[in-house]
């Protein structure tokens, strides 16, 4: 890793280690400058009262995500799950009930005040089948094949390795597995210099991909049925956006008789 990237990822985990650090102080926290600002574009505003009211309000008040990936990954009884750059949990929370006691959510995230804010909110709502791994989203430490669905909530734009996140998405995957992402998209109009003039890297805007980049970076990694759906702005030519794709299946051959 460059010095240049070594600092990037040491600026991001200091912003999000401020931010845990914040909301167990009890106060609230955003993807933004400041780790207490405000924006409606972030944050828990993008659930749905219900599931915010079933939940800590410390895993609320650390939603840090740019959309709700639980609510697009139609997550099913018995399936196990990873969320990248888990944070304070409330996508594994979510994930958890939505998988229920035959299926497993996992949790990854690097920074540990927001694995340990993370681990007291899954003690807080009684979550039994729910597991929270430190490391990095660039080397997953999970075997390969082994989860049915990678979700994740404005985090990988944050990545300064974003194939070595895509290869190790599909590697953790089982054939057949699928993403449901929602992550800061650019217009493939703005170059990486306009991208920084809207919003700083820990911001979610400086290291956003565009549409084609995004694109073409899952399918360099293996990806199929890609779909890449903006849903709201932002900032000027950005958007938050769900991305689904689908780590094939390997095709059966029939025996010709």
Known sequence: MSEQSADLRETVRRRYAAAAVKVSEGNAACCGPEPVEVDENFGSTLYAAAERDALPAEAVAASLGCGNPTAVAELREGERV????????????????????????????????????ALANAEKAGATNVEFLKGTIEAIPLPADTIDVVISNCVINLSVDKPA????????????GRIGVSDVV????????????????????????????????????????VEITPTHSVADGLHSAIVRAVKPAPVRETSSS
């Open 82 to 117: 990873l969320d990248l750059g888990s944070g304070g949990g409330i996508d594994v929370l979510l994930s958890a009930r939505r998988v229920g006691p035959t299926g497993k959510a996992y949790g990854l995230d690097m920074t540990d005040e927001m694995l340990a804010l």
């Open 186 to 225: 650019a217009d493939d109009t703005l170059t990486a210099g306009q991208r920084g003039e809207r919003g700083d890297y820990v911001g979610c805007i400086a290291g956003a991909l565009s549409f084609t980049e995004y694109r073409e970076g899952l399918e360099a990694a293996g990806f199929a049925g």
């Open 165 to 176: 996140v895509f290869a190790e998405t599909f590697r953790v995957l089982k054939p057949g």
